[in-house]
């Protein structure tokens, strides 16, 4: 076996060297605090009311922007709950199975009291043989973490970390208020930027800081806006971004739709219900990371899941598909609600868990 002294070096070293993108936008953003507040605002501007005006916008979007994206940093990614990890004596029966087919039967067993509604490719079970456990929906085994990540998204350098369900609303916040900085600062340098060229500021060192804060300002808001329309797109679809390179395989087969509910409910699983919350990096994404509500699962029993005179025609074919009888989630059951009338569907929610008569059938989309 390989010493673990070369090995623990060689991991310090990557985790020092993944720091390194974090300090250099740390650095231009205490540099651009620098070159607004003390040489535009300070030094250059000469009127007091408009300097008193923009240093107070400059650290409201200044407080947001190092709110976000402190939270976006240090805020750890979600792992899967204990129910999906494998008992000792599951590991030891998966291991002694040599065949695909046969380690395929055992993970279905395991799976199906489980919330699992996606498949590989080929339509197996979908496990880590890293972390040893069946993977929930929308999750993904990040390299860099080396870890499953809870809806994963992406592993973003910028903030050394993983954009998953635990940070994912924090990283939306983070795109929009860095995107009103860099606007924010591009805005109000902009005259004294012309007066750079027009000879009408002093000969002074702020004079450099007022030029290269333009174009620093100019070029990210360009990247951050392309960006941050992105994001808002994969939101509106409910999408992650690896789900919009791949779109997710369900039972009946690929729908890069799956998890979409409309863009409301999408909007809500990320921002949560309660708007005064919206604005602030405070955690207030709906659900557990585990389990997603789909358009493919009906919970209201008033409401039939496919035109009448056909129930038992949608009733064999969900049981063709083999899809979990049990109920969703109190997350999924506030976003299949027809109103968002939260504190009600609350109640039903826990109806549900109690073993209240609310089946989960599945829509059958028939030709």
């Known amino acids: 076996m390989a010493p673990s002294g070369p090995r623990s070096i060689k991991r310090g070293c990557q985790r020092v060297l993944y720091w390194i993108p974090v300090l250099f936008i740390a650095l231009i953003v205490a540099w651009s605090y620098y070159a607004y507040v003390l040489q535009l605002c300070i030094e250059s501007i000469e009127d007091t009311g408009e300097k008193v005006v923009y240093l107070l916008a400059y650290h409201a979007i200044f407080i947001m922007f190092v709110w976000a994206y402190w939270q976006t940093i240090f805020t750890k990614p979600m792992n899967p709950l204990k129910e999906f990890q494998l008992s ?12 695909g087919e046969s380690q ?19 339509g197996a079970i979908r496990f880590c043989d890293r972390c040893h456990l069946l993977k929930p929906d929308r999750c993904h085994h990040c390299s860099v973490c080396d870890k499953c990540i809870l809806k994963m998204d992406h592993h973003c350098p910028w903030v050394n970390n993983c954009v998953g369900f635990s940070n994912y609303k924090f990283f939306m916040l983070f795109l929009a208020y860095s995107l009103l900085y860099c606007l924010f600062i591009t805005a109000t340098d902009l005259q004294y930027f012309i007066k750079f060229w027009t000879k009408g500021l002093p000969d002074t060192q702020a004079k450099f800081h007022i030029l290269f804060l333009f174009f620093s300002a100019s070029m990210f808001s360009v990247s951050l806006a392309s960006l941050f329309i992105y994001h808002c797109w994969l939101v509106c679809k409910n999408r992650s971004t690896l789900e919009a390179v791949r779109a997710p395989v369900f039972r009946h087969g690929t729908d890069k739709n799956g998890f979409s509910l409309g863009f409301t409910k999408n909007f809500l699983q990320v921002f949560g219900d309660e708007a005064k919350y919206w604005p602030v990096p405070v955690f207030s994404s709906l659900g557990d990371g585990c389990s997603f509500p789909t358009c493919l699962v009906n919970l209201d029993p008033e409401q039939p899941s496919s035109p009448s005179g056909s129930s038992s025609a949608s009733q064999s074919a969900a049981e063709g598909r083999q899809f979990p009888s049990k109920p969703l989630r109190e997350s999924q059951s506030r976003l299949l609600t027809s109103t968002p009338s939260w504190p009600e569907s609350e109640g039903a929610g826990d109806k549900d868990k109690k073993g209240a008569s609310n089946p989960v059938m599945t829509i059958e989309n028939e030709a």
């Open 104 to 122: 395929q039967e055992i993970l279905r067993r395991i799976a199906k009291d489980l919330p699992i509604y996606t498949r590989t490719n080929s």
């Open 88 to 99: 000792h004596s599951d590991k030891e029966l998966l291991e002694r199975e040599d065949r």
